[in-house]
């Protein structure tokens, strides 16, 4: 699944699926929407279970999903980003 940016009443929603590489724990992801103050969350596309990592907003338009340990080489995960809009 490509990454998709939607906006509805003001929110900004982004998506975008990821595979792990077996060798990184950070993962870089640019979601444009314009904004800091963000709901992030990662779910396994797998087992469809929500995955606790650390997020590092690094800009108005992009995070850095950092996991605890590496995750497993070919493992698939999504990200939804929600940007509430003033």
């Known amino acids: 699944m490509a990454g998709t940016v939607t906006t509805s009443s003001g929110i900004g929603h982004y998506r975008q699926r990821f595979d792990a590489d077996g060798i990184n724990s950070t993962f870089t992801i640019t979601h444009n ?50 940007a509430p809009q003033n």
Request: hydrophobic share 55%; charged share 20%.
């Open 33 to 82: 929407l314009g904004w800091q103050f963000l709901l992030v969350q990662v779910w396994d596309e797998d087992t469809l279970e929500k995955i606790i990592v650390d997020i590092d907003v690094t800009s108005a338009d992009a995070v850095n999903i950092i996991f605890g340990v590496v995750p497993t080489a070919d493992k698939n995960y999504v990200v939804h980003i929600i």
